[in-house]
């Protein structure tokens, strides 16, 4: 590629033999685990069906089209529950997640040695879980209904919130802080004056954004029975009825661009 | 002295408020509270039957003590791989097609009918949730990790050529300049103009992509689309909660050795 031959001999070369060689073994490696995935894939696979896709997914097409608009009546409701689980529940998230913020973040933990792991932890673990995952057992745990969605739109939260928080917090201009504990001011009032007015736009912002990733996940809740307008979806999925289907699709399409216009409106104001 | 100091003499100094107009203020405050009182009104909460569930719950939390990870070491075994095949796959995939897609997406290299039409696959992609997606697709083309994988590849893409085309938006143009200059070709004018600039983040971004592809890949199998989720949700609904915990932790463990593992990689390609 980058090479050029002059009277036999290599003038240019972007690198040497064994990294180049190095390089060429990494893609031979990366190649064969992809080819490896792709066989276990579609061992897995039913091809007939793969084929006959198109069809199915213009047969599906057809009966959804046109959405049956005169069930829009039936999911004011729905859509409010939704838009209750994805408010709330960032809400509550955003409770529980300040203190476990203050607790992780460098500068204000009170141990580095023994509480700040316990915060990272409960970070790491409440993120790696998705919200569904959490409504699975919530579901389970607390009945069916909007408050286990609520719950599991919380939990899962606090990681995503606590994580941007404490980075935020760590990145605090000292001087102030200093300067406010000169005057002699006790830890809360340091905390108060010192700290929170520093990531106070930050708080907002990662606020909003985390309600607007929530709106998203929370129409999806009612899967597995966590309330919202999902039940609805998995009430019209289960009876194929495609019309309602369709038109669950276009509303809940329409509140996610509608959070995301809202959510980038707030970010602009507050930036 | 001032006047202005003379007047502010004596009083006590209050915080300037977060929000500096009192009109928009007074509105955000009193509309939430009367957003929280509706809400919290349309909240109904069965309180006997969470209490009957806190058993359970109390049950679920013994299990993450005391996580059952042998009498169904196959099946998690099984899902385990499944979800892995599927992240890798869908990434690599993704990868591929959201690389033209997004270069068609950025402004300053593309034509007008090339960029709207890729700007509208982005947003399409990015507005649908993979659960929606992935129900979708298992009903076309039936359960198993084809749907999983398909769904995680049209995500891939969403996120992807976004991140790219803004990334192409803000690169240096005189190196793309001076390629052109030589004479080179369009394809010679990325290959060797814009493709260097991108790459550290394109390849940041593919692992940071790979993480969220695993996270997603845990989930899809509650509505058929393969997975380890498949494996989970069987496990919850047969109340073994002990073996729910044990997957539950191995995904914890996986998503954890995946972000340091993309983190290390970042961090020298960056």
């Not at chain 1, 073994?25 to 198109?54: C, N, V």
């Not at chain 1, 000292?174 to 006790?186: F, L």
């Not at chain 2, 696959?121 to 398909?150: D, Q």
């Amino acid at each position: 590629m980058a090479v050029s031959t002059k009277n036999g001999q290599k003038v240019w070369q972007r690198r040497d033999r064994n990294s180049q060689l190095k390089i060429w073994a990494m893609w031979l490696i990366g190649t064969a685990i992809f080819m490896w995935s792709w066989t276990q894939i579609s061992a897995a696979t039913t091809w007939s069906f793969f084929w006959d896709a198109p069809r199915i997914a213009a047969d599906i097409g057809g009966r959804a089209v046109p959405p049956r608009w005169a069930y829009i009546e039936k999911l004011w409701e729905p859509l409010w529950d939704t838009l209750n689980i994805a408010t709330l529940g960032t809400i509550l998230a955003l409770i529980m997640a300040v203190p476990v913020a203050f607790l992780a973040a460098r500068n204000t933990t009170p141990s580095a040695l023994f509480v700040r792991p316990i915060a990272l932890f409960i970070i790491v673990s409440t993120r790696s879980i998705n919200s569904l995952i959490w409504a699975l057992l919530l579901v389970k745990i607390l009945g069916p209904g909007i408050f286990a969605g609520l719950v599991a739109i919380a939990i899962r939260s606090i990681g995503f919130c606590a994580k941007l928080l404490y980075e935020a917090i760590e990145e605090i201009d000292e001087k102030q802080v200093e300067a406010v504990r000169a005057t002699g001011a006790r830890p809360w009032q340091v905390m108060v004056y010192g700290i929170v007015p520093q990531i106070m736009p930050a708080f907002a912002g990662i606020a909003v954004f985390r309600w607007d990733i929530n709106l998203r996940e929370s129409t999806v809740l009612g899967l597995v029975g966590a309330g919202g307008i999902g039940l609805q979806l998995q009430g019209s999925l289960n009876t194929l009825a495609w019309p309602q289907v369709s038109l669950i699709l276009i509303v809940i399409l329409v509140a996610v661009l509608v959070s995301e216009w809202v959510s980038a409106k707030v970010r602009g104001a507050i930036i | 002295m001032s006047v202005a100091l003379d007047a502010r003499l004596g009083q006590p100094w209050k915080k300037p408020p977060f929000v500096k107009s009192p009109a928009l203020r007074w509105t955000l405050i009193i509309g939430s509270i009367l957003y929280l009182i509706l809400a919290l009104n349309s909240i109904e909460v069965n309180w006997a039957r969470v209490y009957r569930g806190l058993d359970r719950g109390w049950q679920f939390f013994v299990a993450f003590t005391n996580p059952d990870f042998t009498s169904r070491a196959n099946d998690i075994r099984l899902g385990l791989t499944e979800s892995a095949v599927m992240t890798l796959a869908s990434t690599v995939v993704g990868i591929g097609v959201s690389i033209p897609i997004g270069l068609g997406a950025a402004r300053n290299i593309s034509v007008l009918p090339v960029y709207l039409t890729c700007r509208a696959i982005i947003a399409v992609s990015r507005a649908l949730n993979e659960i929606v997606v992935a129900i979708l697709l298992v009903a076309i083309f039936g359960f198993g990790p084809m749907a999983g994988f398909l769904t995680l590849s049209f995500a891939t893409i969403g996120f992807l050529s976004k991140l790219l085309a803004e990334e192409i938006e803000d690169m240096d143009k005189v190196q793309a300049e001076a390629v052109r200059a030589t004479g080179g070709t369009w394809l010679q004018r990325y290959v060797f103009g814009i493709h260097p600039q991108v790459v550290p983040r394109l390849i940041g971004l593919s692992m940071y992509r790979l993480d969220i592809n695993f996270r997603e890949s845990a989930v899809l199998g509650i509505v058929g689309a393969g997975g380890i989720g498949a494996t989970l949700n069987t496990a919850f609904d047969r109340y073994e909660f002990d073996t729910a915990a044990a997957i539950l932790l191995v995904i914890i463990g996986a998503v954890m050795v995946l972000e340091y593992l993309s983190g290390i990689i970042r961090a020298k390609v960056q």
